[in-house]
């Protein structure tokens, strides 16, 4: 889980959620006090982590077809 601190907020709607395509890893977006970005969880754990490099995403993160690359709009 990614504790949310005063000004914090989800982003989006429910579609700002995607499932990795093996199923196994969530990532979804938080807009903070610094902007928005994106995070990871794997479903097997409680703890979450910022993706290195996808700050300030402005759309619900997607997956290449062949689910090996996680792609967004800045």
Same mark, same amino acid.
């Given at each position: 889980?990614?504790?949310? @601190?005063?000004?914090? %907020?989800?982003?989006?709607?429910?579609? *700002?959620?995607?499932?990795? !395509? /093996?199923? %196994?890893?969530?990532?979804?977006?938080? /807009?903070?006090?610094?902007? *928005?970005?994106?995070? *990871?969880?794997?479903? /097997? %754990?409680?703890?979450?982590?910022?993706?290195?490099?996808?700050?300030? &995403?402005? *759309?619900? !993160?997607?997956?290449? !077809? /062949?689910? %090996? @690359? &996680?792609?967004?709009?800045?």
């Amino acid at each position: 889980l990614v504790p949310l @601190q005063a000004g914090d %907020r989800a982003v989006g709607e429910a579609g *700002s959620v995607t499932l990795a !395509p /093996d199923g %196994r890893t969530l990532f979804y977006l938080i /807009d903070g006090r610094a902007g *928005s970005r994106l995070w *990871s969880r794997a479903l /097997d %754990r409680l703890e979450a982590t910022p993706v290195a490099g996808a700050e300030g &995403i402005t *759309s619900a !993160p997607f997956f290449s !077809p /062949d689910g %090996r @690359q &996680i792609a967004y709009l800045t």
